[in-house]
């Protein structure tokens, strides 16, 4: 191996564990909003100043682990489709909540993709990432088509709902540590955060058996958004 493959190696792995470690801190801290430069570069085993090697911000970071979540969120659902046919509305709806739903810094870093992180990077970086998740975004689409009974128009705003419930729901049922406290004191204030999993699944049925008897997926009346 020349020393130009071994530096491409090396820095996908550097990346990689960065990565890794943004995750497992998020996980650990009780999301994304937590995260700060310095911890992630000491947990990865890197100089504190090795990050900028890879990443030019925090933002990028994040943002390079949402593109992972998109392609992760893509692999899930080929996984648990595998060769099957015919599926019930119901029954691909629990597939995307499932899915999606193994992969909560995913769901987390969708409410921030949208609020932040787009918009604090260059115009290629938005562009690579954009590029990617519509790559994925269109194969989960692809592959739930061809292994249901729904229209390609009725997946496509399946998962569209999808993704706004699980960026929503994962907020509400993580709340910060004030919200938390709050809850506590006023528990009939704290109802909305529910488990995660089965309200995701049960909104998501709903909405994929009333898109099923609709000709497109698309709303049947009013004004059009």
């Given at each position: 191996m020349n020393q130009r493959a071994r530096s491409a190696d090396d820095k996908a792995r550097r990346s990689e564990a960065l990565l890794a470690a943004a995750e497992s801190l998020a996980l650990e801290l009780g999301g994304v909003r937590f995260i700060t430069l310095a911890p992630v570069t000491q947990r990865a085993g890197l100089h504190r100043t090795g990050v900028r090697r890879y990443y030019a911000s925090k933002e990028e970071l994040?943002?390079?682990?949402?593109?992972?979540?998109?392609?992760?969120?893509?692999?899930?659902?080929?996984?648990?489709?595998g060769d099957r046919t015919g599926m019930t509305p119901r029954e691909v709806a629990a597939v995307l909540a499932d899915t999606i739903a193994a992969l909560p810094v995913f769901c987390d870093l969708l409410t921030h993709?949208?609020?932040?992180l787009e918009g604090d990077v260059d115009l290629?970086?938005?562009?690579?990432?954009?590029?990617?998740?519509?790559?994925?975004?269109?194969?989960?689409?692809?592959?739930?088509?061809?292994?249901?009974e729904m229209t390609a128009a009725q997946i496509g705003a399946l998962v569209a709902a999808t993704l706004s419930f699980a960026a929503s729901f994962w907020q509400v049922s993580h709340p910060t540590p004030t919200l938390a406290a709050l809850y506590a004191e006023v528990p009939r204030w704290g109802h909305v955060a529910l488990d995660f999993t089965p309200r995701l699944r049960t909104l998501l049925e709903a909405t994929a058996v009333g898109l099923a008897g609709t000709a497109t997926g698309q709303p049947t009346s009013g004004r059009s958004r």
């Open positions: 994040l943002l390079e682990l949402a593109e992972r979540g998109w392609r992760q969120w893509r692999d899930a659902v080929k996984d648990e489709l993709v949208t609020l932040s290629e970086r938005a562009r690579r990432y954009k590029t990617s998740s519509f790559a994925a975004h269109d194969e989960i689409v692809a592959a739930l088509d061809r292994a249901s």
